[in-house]
């Protein structure tokens, strides 16, 4: 997945580092890195779209799907909900967490 507007919010680097010191093929490694990553894209959407007014929901769809990595995105959001940062922070450390504690819980 390229760049998207969260990106800067998410600081997956010390997961990816974990990944990387697995004992398994490179291909393996990219097939974990992107289910990861497609989950962490899934709640990230959900926890926005949970919070955003109903009435706001296709303006943001059509921009996200014309511009994902654009900080346009994240201006909208932040003027319509409160906190999002730290949502969108807090659900890519859950995401890391539980990630860490599956990993450790299988080496």
């Known amino acids: ?10 600081r997956m680097e010390t997961l990816y580092t974990e ?7 490179r291909s ?7 289910h990861i990553e497609a989950r962490l894209h899934h709640q990230v959407l959900e926890v926005v779209l949970d919070h955003l007014p109903p009435s706001d929901h296709q303006y943001f769809l ?13 201006d ?6 409160i ?3 730290d ?8 995401i890391k967490y539980d990630t860490l504690c599956l990993i450790r819980s299988h080496s």
């Open 1 to 10: 997945m390229g760049a998207l507007f969260y990106d800067h919010l998410t």
């Open 19 to 25: 990944i990387e010191l697995l004992s398994l093929d």
């Open 28 to 34: 393996e490694k990219i097939i974990i890195i992107d």
């Open 62 to 74: 059509e921009l996200f799907h014309q511009q994902p990595h654009h900080h346009q995105l994240l």
């Open 76 to 81: 909208f959001l932040k003027s319509k909900i």
């Open 83 to 85: 906190g999002i940062e």
């Open 87 to 94: 949502k969108i922070k807090t659900t890519a450390d859950e």
